[in-house]
Structure formats: C-alpha cells, structure tokens
C-alpha cells in the first residue's frame, strides 16, 4: 500500500491465522471489537433493532474514560432554552479543522447527533438506572476558539451508587445490562489479532483469549472497529502522529488501550488511512490543574504565546517550545482575578472546571484545593518577590524579572504589543505573594486515521468500501482532519455516540 513515510514493523501483516487453529469458533451477525462508548453504544442499537451480536473487548469489562458527551443539540438543551443552528456548526467545525474534515460525516454527526442523545437519555433516566444527567457549563467564551454548549455530563448513576466509577461509566453500565437482557455475548479478556476475510468480504475475527487460546468469531452482517486510538503506541505515533509523543503524559487509561490493535487489523485487511499528521486530543492537564490566563512562561523565563488560548492552543503553544511543561503565573489577589476573567474566557482548565447549567461560577473552594495539591506537591511554588519565585521555578532570573515588569506595564496600557491579548484580560500581577503553576499538555488520545465514508464503511485506498467491514469512535477517521475542534466540549464521544447508534441500526437493517 503506497505512503509517503515508511510504516515501522507494526505495518507487516503476520501469517493468516486458520480457523483450524482455533479452539472455539462463535457464530454472530454482528461483531463489535471495543467496549468503550462507541463500540457499546453500537452493540445495544442493533440489538435493540434485533441482530445477534458478540462484542470482543480485550480488557475484562467495558471501558469508560471521562465525564462528558458532547451533541449539538438535544431535548435537555431544549428545556434550558439552548439551541444550535446545525449550518454554523459545521461551518465553524471544517474551518477550524483546516478543511481537512469529510463535510459529509461532519454534517451527519451535526444532524443526528440530537436523536442519538435523546436516546440515550430516554435509556439512562429509566427508573431502575436513574442517571442524573446536566449540561456542562464551562466553556471557552473568547471570539477566536470560542465554544458552544451542548456538552451534557451524567451523575448519580448505577456505578457511582456502587463506588465504583463515576462519568461515563453510567453511561455504558446501562447499556451493558439491556444488552445482557438482549442476549448480546460478551468476549471479554479476549485481544484482537487480524480479521477473517473471505475474499474481499470481511468476515469475521481471530482473537487470543484470556487464557491464551486462539478464538475466531464468524459474522455474518459485519465486523465494526471500535478500539480507540493509537496514542498508546509509541510506535505507531512515530510513524503517524509524532507531536503525540512530545506530551508530558498519556493519559490513555486502562493501561494497554489505544494501542492501535483495529488500525493493525484494518490495514493488513487494506484499509487506507487518512494523510498525515492525525489530530490530538490534548489538555493542559498532565498536573490537573488550571493554566488560567494571565502570563505564560517558558524554562528560560520568557513568554512565549498569547495566553488567551484553548485547551488544544495551551497544549501545542507549550510543545512548540520543545519542552514537557511551562509556567503559569498568578499573585496573591488570584482568587478575585480569576473570576474577572470568565465572562470573556473561561473552559477547561481555565478555573471555572465542570460547574453545571449555564453560568461562569468560580469553584473557590475546589481552586483552592488544587492549589494546596500543587504546592504539596512542588508542582506549584510561591514567593514573596518575582527573583525568589524564578530561583524556585529554576528559571533564568533575570528573564523572567524583565518578563514580568514588561507584561504588567502592557497590562497598565491596556495593550499587548508582544501577543495581541485583550485587553479586558490584561490583568497586572503585582501583588505579593507570587504563584507558580507548572502545566503541560497530556494526550488523551490520537483520533481518526483509518479512513470511512459516511456509513462508516472501511475505505480501500482507492476508496472503496472493504465489505463487511465498518470502524467507529477514535479508530474512525473523517471527523477532524489536523486538530481536534473545541467548538463542542466532549465531540469525541458525540460523535462516538452517534455513529453508533446510526451504525447498530443500519446494521440490524433499521432506517
């Protein structure tokens, strides 16, 4: 298959495993490889809407990562008076992604998106799951990367009753139960090896089992990639995405996941993928903590970036500099300051983290906490004057001194003239004692590359579809193209959700 990079060892396709080889051979309509939301959301439409399915996980039950989902609309958002127009958004959404998106799976997720939510929430809310879900109210409000509510988070479910997970994880423990009670069967502790393929069609899947016998698992109405990512490859980011290993951490949890076991699979059954370099998912989280907004510095003590950025923006600005983390600085009157700047900026790790409805409130008392945690920590440090705070940083004092006289001065004018801040985020530090936060970008997952149409079908590199052969959520390409668009907060498991949903429907033959 042509490329312009030469693909590491991973790109060589093993010896074709027999069936003969295997010890237990499952017959299936429908199989999904991946537990986490795409693939279990896939699993429960089409067996809702009547197929046989198996689903094929290689950890020992579903996976959830995370808190929210985010749609464009939804009947929630209706009932708090929120509505998105569906052209702005995808108008918004290609721009942002460098017009390296397929419009058409864009414009799907925009559509159906709202029909996918509602029907999750009409599955969770049941009485007997009683998930409590609420829209997530932190968003960036700046002009440049503003964002858009829609971002919904669930709480009080059954797993968060049981201490045992929260977020996502009552989500998917639902969908788990009303599968079970569907007949749906769960191969779990089982990897994925290669597909089976008759001729051209794909038929089916060869896998290790738990106690490291070799299973197959023949289907008849299609094999569908949901297996995430491949930010836990080393490798393979090498080859396709190399800034996701410039990160300060992955935060690709359970251990052993996103490690690009579907786009393997896929490739060595002729799938294509996207051109290259892949979009991240990154936050400024590797301390989990907020970066703020107020004056940025590198280990030389310099700034190096307009500080009035989201949370992809915080994350690269830092990597450009070649390092794992950067500076955030705040004074002592950080507590009235940061509020001053929500109304114009705000989001994620910014200050105002998961409050819920529609408002900027500031979380003090969890501010403060993290704070605390920091400076335990030596993640944070502080002092009373700007060349003590450089010695505990271990920056160039001298640097940052200058640096700090040179933006609070900027900030007494009410102009940038380094990086083009607003001016209504121009906030003078200057009351003792100062504060340190070391942040820098954590990825939690490289998204796309294996190349679909709009029905999720695997494309050859001719574009044509591979029968019988369908991928979802971050194995999926189509969706973003160069970066990951922070237009909607949480996308990723939007667009997760609804594919497949879409998909489990066509699937068992539903329209």
């Not at 280990?299 to 450009?320: A, C």
Request: glycine content about 12%; aromatic content about 10%; proline content about 4%.
């Amino acid at each position: 298959m042509a490329s312009r990079r030469r693909f590491g060892e991973w790109a060589n396709a093993p010896e074709t495993i027999p069936l003969s080889s295997c010890g237990k051979v499952f017959e299936t309509e429908v199989l999904v490889v991946g537990a986490g939301i795409a693939g279990m959301t896939c699993a429960f439409s089409a067996a809702e809407c009547g197929a046989k399915v198996t689903v094929m996980e290689k950890f020992g039950t579903y996976t959830a990562r995370g808190f929210n989902i985010g749609v464009v609309n939804s009947s929630l958002m209706k009932k708090a008076g929120l509505h998105n127009d569906v052209d702005e958004v995808v108008r918004e959404w290609i721009k942002r992604c460098g017009n390296r998106c397929d419009e058409r799976i864009v414009r799907l997720f925009a559509e159906k998106s709202e029909a996918a939510m509602d029907w999750l929430l009409a599955l969770v809310t049941r009485p007997e799951y009683a998930v409590r879900p609420e829209l997530q109210g932190c968003i960036y409000k700046g002009e440049t990367y503003y964002e858009i509510y829609g971002s919904h988070m669930f709480y009080d479910g059954p797993v968060t009753r049981a201490g045992k997970g929260r977020g996502i994880c009552d989500v998917l423990e639902p969908m788990y139960q009303e599968c079970l009670k569907l007949g749906t069967t769960f191969l779990f502790n089982t990897s994925l090896l290669q597909l089976i393929k008759d001729g051209d069609q794909v038929a089916g899947a060869v896998a290790r089992d738990v106690d490291g016998d070799l299973v197959a698992v023949r289907a008849s109405g299609g094999v569908v990639l949901a297996t995430g990512g491949i930010g836990g490859n080393d490798e393979m980011c090498d080859d396709l995405c190399p800034v996701a290993n410039k990160v300060a951490a992955k935060i690709c949890g359970p251990k052993g996941c996103d490690n690009g076991d579907g786009h393997r699979a896929a490739y060595w059954a002729g799938a294509s993928f996207e051109d290259d370099n892949f979009a991240t998912i990154m936050h400024p989280q590797a301390h989990r903590h907020a970066s703020f907004c107020f004056l940025f510095v590198d280990p030389n003590g310099r700034r190096f970036m307009n500080e009035d950025s989201y949370l992809q923006g915080r994350s690269l600005g830092v990597i450009k500099q070649g390092v794992k983390y950067c500076w955030s600085i705040l004074d002592a009157d950080w507590r009235i300051k940061v509020p001053a700047t929500l109304p114009y900026g705000g989001g994620l790790y910014w200050g105002n983290d998961f409050p819920i409805g529609k408002g900027t409130e500031f979380q003090l008392e969890y501010e403060e906490e993290k704070m605390e945690w920091g400076l335990r920590n030596g993640f944070t440090v502080t002092a009373d004057t700007p060349e003590e705070l450089a010695e505990k940083m271990g920056v160039n004092v001298d640097n940052f001194v200058n640096t700090l006289r040179s933006y609070n001065e900027m900030c007494g004018r009410g102009r940038d003239t380094e990086f083009g801040k607003r001016k209504e985020l121009l906030i003078p530090l200057d009351k003792p004692p100062f504060f340190a936060r070391q942040f820098g970008p954590a990825l939690l997952s490289v998204v796309g590359v294996v190349k679909v149409d709009d029905r999720m079908r695997v494309l050859t590199s001719e574009l044509k579809p591979i029968p019988g052969l369908y991928a979802i959520g971050n194995t999926a390409g189509g969706r973003y193209g160069v970066d990951y668009p922070m237009l909607l907060p949480g996308n990723s498991h939007g667009t997760a959700l609804t594919f497949g949903y879409l998909l489990g429907r066509e699937l068992a033959g539903q329209k």
